[in-house]
């Protein structure tokens, strides 16, 4: 991730918009992702919360995991690479970083260009 993008990690309104992004794409009730307050552990405390949301697509609904990785716009090769772990746990951890980054750089661009 780009240094520029990185330091926005500890920008809380930031890591808010990005909770309510995913609360929107992933069609999850308003208030279901949230995070502390806290600048420095928000970016986890989203990552943690999305893991068993990520786990529960890819073990029972993996077409609708498909269709939200398009949606959600994230890269096409970063999705086999992470499809290609022989882990199940490793894949979940995988896209769940790649969604939760592609989520967070569409913050920050609004955040930028806005």
């Known amino acids: 991730m780009n240094l520029q993008i990185q330091k926005y990690r500890n920008?809380?309104?930031?890591?808010h918009d990005t909770a309510k992004q995913i609360t929107k794409d992933f069609?999850?009730?308003?208030?279901?992702?949230?995070?502390?307050?806290?600048?420095q552990n928000a970016y986890s405390e989203l990552e943690l919360q999305l893991i068993p949301v990520i786990s529960d697509l890819y073990s029972g609904r993996s077409a609708d995991l498909m269709n939200l990785l398009y949606?959600?716009?994230?890269?096409?090769?970063?999705?086999?690479?992470?499809?290609?772990?022989?882990?199940?746990?490793?894949?979940?951890?995988?896209?769940?970083?790649?969604i939760l980054e592609r989520e967070f750089i569409k913050c920050v661009t609004r955040k930028v260009y806005s």
Do not use: F
């Open 71 to 98: 949606r959600i716009d994230v890269n096409e090769s970063q999705i086999k690479k992470a499809l290609a772990v022989s882990d199940p746990k490793g894949v979940v951890i995988m896209l769940t970083g790649l």
């Open 11 to 15: 920008d809380i309104n930031v890591m």
């Open 27 to 39: 069609g999850l009730e308003e208030g279901s992702i949230l995070i502390s307050g806290d600048p």
